[in-house]
């Protein structure tokens, strides 16, 4: 057999072999043991309410008012918990940041618009608004809002649920991720599985 033929057999050989283990058989054995070691992150870490998936505790999502009008802007109901902006509406096919740098005018606009609607609908000094409250997050789709922002808005909550503010911090502290490892990154609370323990509340 010419050597030219040989090198292309073998090379053939190369790449079904490769296919079949690392295409097929590879995928498969990481997609079995996330299957049996963690299931519930494995099919997107899905939550569920009654008995239907209201979303994922891995993606961010806003919590709204109804809207009869597709073309009026979305307005935040104030029953509930609200995440961090972001600037893709939540839309996770159109996940992404603004792109705006620090010394962009547009970005300092919008912080200090967003300063002024958060504190209003909060019922806060403008100052006291946390930063993650004023910027988005890389993705768009943060899932998790620092304490301070969460203990900001149990106030609000508080008031239009007739609730006693104590139970939602006491709810806060419950649903507060910790940092990895202890050291790595901050304390977060995860926004959909706080307003979940919200609406278990009777």
Known sequence: MPTFLRTHLTALRMLLAMTVLLG???PLL???????????????????????????TLLGQGFDLPQT???????????WFQPRPSAGGYDPTASGASNLGPNSADLLRS????????AAFDGVDPASVPPDALTASGSGLDPHI????AREQAGRVARERGL?????NRL???????????????????????????????
């Open 24 to 26: 097929l058989a590879y």
């Open 30 to 56: 990481v997609t079995g043991i996330s299957q049996l070691a963690f299931p519930a992150r494995a099919n997107g870490s899905i939550a569920e309410y009654d008995g239907r998936p209201v979303g994922s």
């Open 69 to 79: 009008d597709p073309s009026a802007p979305h307005r935040p109901d104030p029953k």
């Open 111 to 118: 912080v200090e618009e967003r300063r002024a609607a958060v």
């Open 146 to 149: 620092s304490v301070a922002y």
């Open 164 to 168: 006693p503010v104590e139970e939602l």
């Open 172 to 202: 806060i502290e419950q649903h507060t991720d910790r940092r990895s490892l202890g050291l790595l990154g901050q304390d977060g609370v995860n926004v959909l599985q706080l307003n979940l323990a919200v609406a278990r509340l009777k």
